[in-house]
């Protein structure tokens, strides 16, 4: 990270929502590599799942209520806030509610205090936000609206979030805000409801549609999210691989076959589902599966940021970790990062440190 506009370097304190994510963890490992990060503070209902070693973890309540005493305690200057749930599968819709808005609101009360010395705020959000409907455009850029006002539960509660991104920047000039909507993420080492069908057998699709997706490589996620806090972005971001791939071409690029369900208004069967083992295909993906989405990525391009992977590549790199994981993954149990018993290892006086652990 460069030195700021007086020529000395600077030494950022960050605090990261959501730390017990995948996200929030992954972002607090790349920021423990910046020498120019002096203090990491992360918030989460739940503790880490991935190893730190300088970041502080904060248990905090589902809304963030306590976020203000936080920011004000700590000085940090930036917030990363992924904590946003995209995946209604995960939970309640009361729940996610009290995540992504009031848990918003409060972030944004806190960084807009009296005397508060946030300066930059990124936000991680979803292409959800933009809807699916058969009169879409073939690529959503940053500044185009819905076709169809929002109905579902997660697509308000993303609108609701955008609105107070928006106020928060009108109202607070001084402060960087970064608002990045990521399209369909895929890799390895997370589940989302399309990860979960591509594993299947045979792969779901509707009779009759066979939709162009984009995809984006975990990889990148984390590395533009660490791109708009090297250079301070204001703005909103797409962020998604080049290119846009058929379903049934993602399938085949698996090594899968696709069965057609058989449409239903404006949902599914449910049922065929349930017979290929997947319950909870939510509905927000019904449509998803029907349409497609694509979302112009040029904008972050211009700032000068690189994908490692397009929309091919990245299903090519996750179905091919998915392979090597089966072939060669189960030799060993998996480890499961618990924070209290690495404690122990680092700080006991009872290890031995002259030994490999």
């Known amino acids: 990270m460069g030195p700021d506009a007086r020529g000395a370097p600077r030494h950022r304190r960050v605090l990261v929502t959501g730390l017990g994510t995948f996200w929030g963890g992954r972002v607090a490992q790349a920021l423990e590599d910046d020498p120019d990060v002096e203090v990491i503070v992360g918030l989460d209902t739940h503790e880490p799942t991935v190893e730190l070693e300088r970041t502080e973890y904060v248990r905090v309540d589902a809304n963030y ?24 599968t995960q939970m309640s819709n009361r729940a996610m509610h009290e995540i ?30 933009y809807g699916c409907a058969p009169e879409d455009p073939v690529w959503f850029t940053e ?77 990148d996620v984390i590395r533009s999210i660490l791109f708009a806090f090297e250079h301070d972005l204001p703005g909103v971001f797409n962020v998604a691989g080049d290119g846009m791939v058929p379903w049934s071409e993602v399938a ?23 017979q290929l083992g997947i319950a909870d295909v939510p509905r927000e993906y019904h449509a998803l599966l029907k349409y497609g989405r694509g979302v112009d990525n040029r904008r972050l391009k211009q700032f000068g940021f690189r994908y490692s992977y397009t929309s091919a590549e990245a299903v090519e790199a996750f179905i091919e970790a998915v392979r090597l994981r089966r072939t060669v993954g189960q030799s060993e149990p998996a480890y499961t990062y618990e924070r209290d018993v690495e404690q122990f ?11 490999p652990l």
């Open 65 to 88: 209520s306590i976020l203000s005493r936080i920011v004000r305690a700590t000085e940090v200057d930036t917030i990363i806030h992924t904590f946003l749930v995209v995946d209604p």
């Open 345 to 355: 290892f680092r700080h006991s006086p009872a290890v031995r440190r002259d030994r």
């Open 143 to 219: 500044d185009t609206p819905r076709s169809r006002p929002a109905r579902m539960p997660i697509e308000r509660s993303l609108e609701q979030v955008e609105g107070y991104v928006r106020d928060f920047a009108e109202d607070n000039p001084h402060v960087n805000v970064a608002l990045l909507r990521f399209s369909n993420v895929i890799g390895a080492e997370l589940e989302t409801p399309l990860t979960r069908l591509l594993k299947l057998p045979l792969v779901p699709s509707i009779l009759g549609y066979d939709p162009r997706f984009q995809f984006v490589h975990e990889e």
């Open 100 to 129: 992504n808005v009031i848990g918003t609101m409060n972030l944004f009360a806190a960084a807009s205090a009296p005397r508060s010395t946030v300066r930059n705020v990124i936000v991680k959000s979803s292409t959800m936000v």
């Open 252 to 274: 085949a690029l698996c090594g899968k076959r696709t069965i057609a369900l058989p449409p239903v208004g404006t949902g599914l069967v449910t049922l065929p589902f349930r």
